[in-house]
């Protein structure tokens, strides 16, 4: 649920003078404004480079993101045939599960800074793996109690979690990619959303209720959104030296929606 902010992509100032980026799929280049007194662009966003840099970049953004999934598989495996699976598990049904949110927040904000450092390639695949690996950790309860069948209906319900969340989010980056359009006007309503969704958990887990379904079908719309605009951060206001970072980015949009997902089909 963590918000980013990139500093280096175009600002709305950048876009005076009547001039507007071109939109579409079809890889039109944005026209560069020009005037006295406005800001000098930065060369390596994605909105202003050749379409063959923002093309590799694009292709190096998507295939980290997979390397961040397979490897997030990767990991919850071999954590779930740990030693420490059980004691681990047995931990965070016990305590008070804010505390397992605030450890999660933590590890994901510190690995997201990390990602985002372009001066320290080192520093981003570490990032990377931090990020990686916390959502490895929080995602092993609820897959855990899915594949279960008395919790969660057994692995059928995974299959169908990893379906719907597969389809979804090709949905939403088709969209993207086919408009052109820049979203970045949702990082307000984004942020606000993250707010009250983090107060709404925290209060579930102060005072001992359940959000239920009606949390999880807004939390995958938050999901999705959060996925849109990541999609068209990648379009527009990355660097062309940030696709570790984007790619991050998108994956913890991807593991939320499939965690809310997933809990509705236990509900069920």
Not at 146 to 169: C, D, M, N, R, S
Request: proline share 4%; hydrophobic share 50%.
């Amino acid at each position: 649920m963590n918000q980013n902010q990139y500093p280096h992509g175009p600002s709305d100032e950048q876009w005076s003078g009547g001039q507007e980026p071109q939109s579409g799929g079809d890889w039109q280049q944005p026209r560069r404004p020009r005037g006295r007194g406005q800001k000098q662009v930065n060369p390596q966003a994605a909105a202003f480079a050749s379409v063959e840099e923002r093309a590799q970049f694009i292709r190096r953004t998507y295939t980290h993101l997979m390397g961040a999934i397979f490897g997030c598989v990767a990991m919850m495996a071999l954590f779930m045939n740990s030693p420490a699976y059980e004691p681990v598990m047995t931990m965070m049904v016990s305590v008070n599960w804010l505390w397992i949110l605030g450890l999660f927040i933590a590890f994901s904000w510190m690995g997201d800074i990390m990602a985002h450092r372009v001066d320290s390639k080192g520093l981003q695949y570490i990032g990377l793996l931090v990020g990686v690996g916390a959502f490895a950790i929080i995602l092993t309860l609820p897959v855990s109690m899915a594949a279960h069948p008395h919790y969660g209906g057994g692995p059928e319900v995974l299959v169908q979690a990893l379906l719907l969340t597969g389809i979804t989010f090709a949905a939403l980056t088709a969209v993207v990619f086919k408009t052109g359009q820049d979203f970045r006007i949702l990082r307000t309503g984004l942020i606000v959303m993250s707010v009250l969704a983090f107060g709404a958990i925290a209060a579930g887990a102060l005072f001992g209720f359940t959000l239920g379904l009606g949390f999880s079908v807004i939390m995958i719309g938050f999901s999705s959104a959060m996925i849109v605009y990541q999609t068209s951060e990648i379009l527009h206001h990355y660097r062309t030296d940030q696709h570790v970072g984007a790619a991050l980015g998108l994956f913890s949009s991807i593991g939320m929606l499939f965690w809310y997902i997933l809990s509705i089909f236990m509900f069920d």
